[in-house]
T-cell receptor
Framework: RKEVEQDPGPFNVPEGATVAFNCTYS??????FFWYRQDCRKEPKLLMS???SGNEDGRFTAQLNRASQYISLLIRDSKLSDSATYLC????????????FGAGTRLFVKA | EAQVTQNPRYLITVTGKKLTVTCSQN?????MSWYRQDPGLGLRQIYY???????DKGDVPEGYKVSRKEKRNFPLILESPSPNQTSLYFC??????????????FGEGSRLTVL
């Protein structure tokens, strides 16, 4: 079982739709949590950090449930430019200072 | 401009021919790391470095070496490349001043093909 698991998708949604991605992590020592965005064949870039209290950045809302070891990302009013792969990322410092990436969820937003 | 620079961006080589992928960052970051990305597997950590002269293995270190003689540079060395090292490689860095919570900044990637 992978340490960080995501549904690979693809998610195909029309413009304006709301879409939600989920991610689970297995190591309870994980300390910090992120969503990164990766466009095809490009480098990943930070979308947002994820906090237990939940956090919002414009159309994007991220949530962390430490008890269930579950992270979510909600995208409202999807735009064509949101088409990308979304990576769930976890930092921990047990067994070394590691950054663990999920394999990513592919999103296609269509006109 | 704050950036992580990798070279070469693209390389085709043959089995057994030693190669080095360079990585340099200009943000004075303590932490640097190498990842490989393969379809369906996501990014996997090869090696990382907490600071100068401090390196440690990630999840897939076999067949790779690294060094951290200067804070800004973190080269990845393939002493004897094999076809299973064909992959997309990313170098990344971040500050450690915020503990383990900082954003990772990535280079643009190096696509390596080993024939």
């Amino acid at each position: 079982r992978k340490e960080v698991e995501q549904d690979p998708g693809p998610f195909n949604v029309p413009e304006g739709a709301t879409v939600a991605f989920n991610c689970t992590y297995s190591n309870s020592a994980s300390q910090s949590f992120f969503w990164y965005r990766q466009d095809c064949r490009k480098e990943p870039k930070l979308l947002m950090s994820v906090y237990s209290s939940g956090n919002e950045d414009g159309r994007f809302t991220a949530q962390l449930n430490r008890a269930s070891q579950y992270i979510s990302l909600l995208i409202r009013d999807s735009k064509l430019s949101d088409s990308a792969t979304y990576l769930c990322v976890v930092n921990r410092n047990t067994g070394g200072f590691k950054t663990i990436f999920g394999a990513g969820t592919r999103l296609f937003v269509k006109a | 401009e704050a950036q992580v620079t990798q070279n070469p961006r693209y390389l085709i080589t043959v089995t057994g021919k030693k190669l080095t992928v360079t990585c340099s960052q200009n943000m004075n970051h303590e932490y640097m790391s190498w990842y490989r990305q393969d379809p369906g597997l996501g990014l996997r950590q090869i090696y990382y470095s907490m600071n100068v002269e401090v390196t440690d293995k990630g999840d897939v270190p076999e067949g790779y070496k690294v060094s951290r003689k200067e804070k800004r540079n973190f080269p990845l060395i393939l002493e004897s490349p094999s076809p299973n090292q064909t992959s997309l490689y990313f170098c990344a860095s971040r500050t450690y001043r915020d503990g383990n919570t900082g954003e990772l900044f990535f280079g643009e990637g190096s696509r390596l093909t080993v024939l």
